[in-house]
C-alpha cells in the first residue's frame, strides 16, 4: 500500500509563492502517475497537474504558467512550485498516486496541506 504524506502549505499574500511537497512510501504494484488536485470551501476537489513516470507534465489549463509540477531521480517526492499566488488559490491541495495493473486500480490520497493566500 501507497501512503503519500504532504507539507509545505500555509498563509502567503497574494504574489507570493509557496513549494508543497509530497512524500510517497510503501510498495507500488505499478509505476504510478503522480498529481497534485485542490479543493477550496464548497467547491469540487479539481485538477492541478499531474505528472507520469517518464516526467512528463500535464496542467489544468487557467494554472499552466503560474504553477510547476515536478519529482526527485528516486520518484519518491513530488513537488508542486506555486508562484504568483492569487486569493483564490486558497484550497486544500492534496497529492495522488494512481496506476492501473491487471484490471485493477491503484487510487491512494494524502491528507491534504492547506494553502491559504490573502489579498
Known amino acids: 500500500q501507497v501512503h503519500l504524506v504532504e507539507s509545505g502549505g500555509g498563509l502567503v499574500q497574494a504574489g507570493g509563492s509557496l513549494r508543497l511537497s509530497c512524500t510517497r512510501s510503501?510498495?507500488?504494484?505499478?509505476?504510478?502517475?503522480m498529481g497534485w488536485y485542490r479543493q477550496a470551501p464548497g467547491k469540487e476537489r479539481e485538477l492541478v497537474a499531474v505528472i507520469d513516470s517518464e516526467g512528463s507534465a500535464h496542467y489544468a489549463d487557467d494554472l499552466k504558467g503560474r504553477f510547476t509540477i515536478s519529482r526527485d531521480n528516486a520518484k519518491t517526492t513530488l513537488y508542486l512550485q506555486l508562484d504568483s499566488l492569487k486569493p483564490e488559490d486558497t484550497a486544500v491541495y492534496y497529492c495522488n498516486a494512481y496506476c492501473s495493473a491487471d484490471g485493477i486500480n491503484y487510487d491512494d490520497w494524502g491528507q491534504g496541506t492547506q494553502v491559504t493566500v490573502s489579498s
Open positions: 510503501g510498495n507500488s504494484i505499478c509505476a504510478p502517475i
